[in-house]
C-alpha cells in the first residue's frame, strides 16, 4: 500500500513533467498551475509543495532545465546557430538566453559548444532532476491526529512573509481592544503558496488567533475555521525559517510512504512559543496537513 501510494504520487508529478516538456519541445504556452495540479491529480492548496518535495525543484526549475537541455542538445551540432538555439527554446533574445545560459553553466553558449566534454557534462547535469537528501521518514515521528474544529480571528496578509510578526500584532490591537488577550487559547498561521516558489505579490498568508471565548472580527480581521477531521502532524523544534524544508520532508518522506492522501485545504502551523521570549532554537511549531 506504501509503496502504491508512493508510486501514485510520482506518477502525477511525472505527467506535470510531461505537460512541461510538451511545451518547451514545441514551443508551445506553458500549462498555468491549475493545469499543472490536475495533472498530478493534487489539490492546486499543495501541488506546488509535493512537486519541489518530490523533485526538488520548482515547476518554474523544471521549466529552465528542460529549456537548458534542449538548447545543450542543438548546441551540440555545430551548424546549429545560437540565436536558433535561443529563439527554439524559448527565450525572446540572444541576449537573454546567453544571460540564462552562463548563470547556470558559467560559460557563453559558444564556449561550452567548443568543449565537448564539458557539453556533454553538463547535457548529463540537465538531464535530471536535483538528487534529494530527506531525513529518513521514521526519524520524523508524524502523528495522525483528529482534530475539531476550531474558530480563529485572522488578518489575511499579502506580500512578503517577513515582517509578519507586524501583522499579528495587528490582531492583538485588536484583541485588547475587545477584552480578549487574557483569552488567547492559540497563534497560528495559514500560508497559501510557498514562499521559495511565487513572488510576494503573490502570496497569502493568515495570520490568525484562537481565543477562548466567542469572537467577532472588527475592520480588516476575518473570522475562519481550521481542523475538522485528520491531519498529519509533526512538532519542529527550531527556527520558522527551517518550517518549508520540514514540510517537504513529510510530504517526501512520511506522506508519500503512508498509505494516505492529502485533502483539498491548505496546511496550518500552530506556534507553541512566544519568539520574542523564547531562543530560536527552542521554538516548537506543529505542522498541520490534512488528510483525505
Same mark, same amino acid.
Given at each position: 500500500?506504501?509503496?502504491?501510494?508512493?508510486?501514485?504520487?510520482?506518477?502525477?508529478? @511525472?505527467? !506535470?513533467?510531461?505537460?512541461?516538456?510538451? %511545451?518547451?519541445?514545441? $514551443?508551445? /504556452?506553458? *500549462?498555468?498551475?491549475?493545469?499543472? =495540479?490536475?495533472?498530478?491529480?493534487?489539490?492546486?492548496?499543495?501541488?506546488?509543495?509535493?512537486?519541489?518535495?518530490?523533485?526538488?525543484?520548482?515547476?518554474?526549475?523544471?521549466?529552465?532545465?528542460?529549456?537548458?537541455?534542449?538548447?545543450?542538445?542543438?548546441?551540440? @551540432?555545430? !551548424?546549429?546557430?545560437?540565436?536558433?538555439? %535561443?529563439?527554439?527554446? $524559448?527565450? /525572446?533574445? *540572444?541576449?537573454?538566453?546567453?544571460? =540564462?545560459?552562463?548563470?547556470?553553466?558559467?560559460?557563453?553558449?559558444?564556449?561550452?559548444?567548443?568543449?565537448?566534454?564539458?557539453?556533454?557534462?553538463?547535457?548529463?547535469?540537465?538531464?535530471?532532476?536535483?538528487?534529494?537528501?530527506?531525513?529518513?521518514?521514521?526519524?520524523?515521528?508524524?502523528?495522525?491526529?483528529?482534530?475539531?474544529?476550531?474558530?480563529?480571528?485572522?488578518?489575511?496578509?499579502?506580500?512578503?512573509?517577513?515582517?509578519?510578526?507586524?501583522?499579528?500584532?495587528?490582531?492583538?490591537?485588536?484583541?485588547?481592544?475587545?477584552?480578549?488577550?487574557?483569552?488567547?487559547?492559540?497563534?497560528?498561521?495559514?500560508?497559501?503558496?510557498?514562499?521559495?516558489?511565487?513572488?510576494?505579490?503573490?502570496?497569502?498568508?493568515?495570520?490568525?488567533?484562537?481565543?477562548?471565548?466567542?469572537?467577532?472580527?472588527?475592520?480588516?480581521?476575518?473570522?475562519?475555521?481550521?481542523g475538522g477531521g485528520e491531519w498529519a502532524r509533526f512538532r519542529h523544534v527550531g527556527s520558522f525559517d527551517l518550517l518549508d524544508e520540514v514540510?517537504?520532508?513529510?510530504?517526501?518522506?512520511?506522506?508519500?510512504?503512508?498509505?494516505?492522501?492529502?485533502r483539498d485545504e491548505p496546511l496550518f502551523h500552530h506556534y507553541l512559543d512566544d519568539p520574542e521570549q523564547t531562543p530560536e532554537v527552542l521554538?516548537?511549531?506543529?505542522?498541520?496537513?490534512?488528510?483525505?
Amino acid at each position: 500500500m506504501r509503496d502504491q501510494t508512493r508510486h501514485r504520487y510520482l506518477q502525477g508529478i @511525472d505527467r !506535470a513533467v510531461a505537460l512541461l516538456q510538451h %511545451a518547451v519541445d514545441t $514551443g508551445a /504556452e506553458l *500549462p498555468d498551475p491549475g493545469q499543472l =495540479a490536475e495533472a498530478a491529480h493534487l489539490s492546486p492548496f499543495h501541488f506546488h509543495r509535493v512537486y519541489r518535495a518530490l523533485t526538488g525543484e520548482t515547476p518554474g526549475g523544471t521549466v529552465l532545465r528542460l529549456r537548458l537541455l534542449r538548447a545543450l542538445r542543438l548546441l551540440a @551540432d555545430p !551548424a546549429q546557430p545560437v540565436t536558433e538555439a %535561443a529563439l527554439a527554446v $524559448g527565450y /525572446e533574445t *540572444p541576449q537573454a538566453f546567453a544571460r =540564462a545560459f552562463r548563470q547556470a553553466f558559467d560559460a557563453s553558449p559558444s564556449e561550452l559548444r567548443g568543449q565537448a566534454e564539458r557539453l556533454a557534462r553538463a547535457i548529463a547535469r540537465c538531464s535530471q532532476a536535483p538528487a534529494l537528501e530527506r531525513e529518513p521518514a521514521a526519524e520524523l515521528r508524524v502523528e495522525v491526529v483528529s482534530v475539531e474544529p476550531f474558530r480563529v480571528i485572522a488578518v489575511r496578509h499579502r506580500g512578503d512573509f517577513d515582517g509578519l510578526n507586524l501583522v499579528y500584532g495587528r490582531v492583538f490591537e485588536w484583541a485588547a481592544t475587545q477584552g480578549l488577550v487574557e483569552h488567547v487559547t492559540g497563534i497560528y498561521g495559514v500560508p497559501y503558496g510557498d514562499p521559495r516558489d511565487a513572488p510576494a505579490a503573490g502570496l497569502d498568508f493568515d495570520c490568525a488567533v484562537a481565543f477562548g471565548r466567542p469572537a467577532e472580527p472588527g475592520d480588516g480581521l476575518i473570522a475562519e475555521d481550521l481542523g475538522g477531521g485528520e491531519w498529519a502532524r509533526f512538532r519542529h523544534v527550531g527556527s520558522f525559517d527551517l518550517l518549508d524544508e520540514v514540510t517537504d520532508a513529510m510530504l517526501a518522506g512520511w506522506l508519500a510512504d503512508s498509505g494516505r492522501e492529502l485533502r483539498d485545504e491548505p496546511l496550518f502551523h500552530h506556534y507553541l512559543d512566544d519568539p520574542e521570549q523564547t531562543p530560536e532554537v527552542l521554538l516548537r511549531t506543529d505542522i498541520y496537513l490534512p488528510l483525505a
